[in-house]
């Protein structure tokens, strides 16, 4: 019912700058937030970023002020830019959509089918 296509992840060395993006297409009336996690070998996945549809967004502490979130409500897309990345921020990185489909009066959560960002040191 919805699609979520993920890209831009890849290998980087440390210090370097990557950009993800993710689009969303289907029965889609509404979107009320788009958010990026990511999921690192032996550990939980986290929250990296979230952008409402208005704009408000939030980090996770050990992202801020080198990773930006971004939305085009338009095209239905996030896009994460990741700067200074460091060998920590190695993970696969998941798109997350909280989406109202046409016709239902809830809300639901897709997923991306993750991407995957290596940092060399």
């Known amino acids: 019912q919805v699609q979520l296509v993920e890209s831009g992840g890849g290998l980087v060395q440390a210090g370097g700058s990557l950009r993800l993006s993710c689009a969303a297409s289907?029965?889609?009336?509404?979107?009320?937030?788009m958010a990026w996690y990511r999921e690192a070998p032996g550990k939980q996945r986290e929250l990296v970023a979230r952008i409402t549809s208005g704009g408000r967004t939030n980090y996770a502490d050990s992202v801020k002020g080198r990773f930006t979130i971004s939305g085009d409500n338009a095209k239905n897309t996030v896009y994460l830019q990741m700067n200074s990345l460091k060998p920590e921020d190695t993970a696969v990185y998941y798109c997350n959509v909280k989406v109202r489909l046409q016709g239902d009066p809830w809300e639901s959560d897709y997923w991306g089918q993750g991407t995957q960002v290596t940092v060399s040191s």
């Open positions: 289907g029965r889609i009336f509404s979107i009320s937030g």
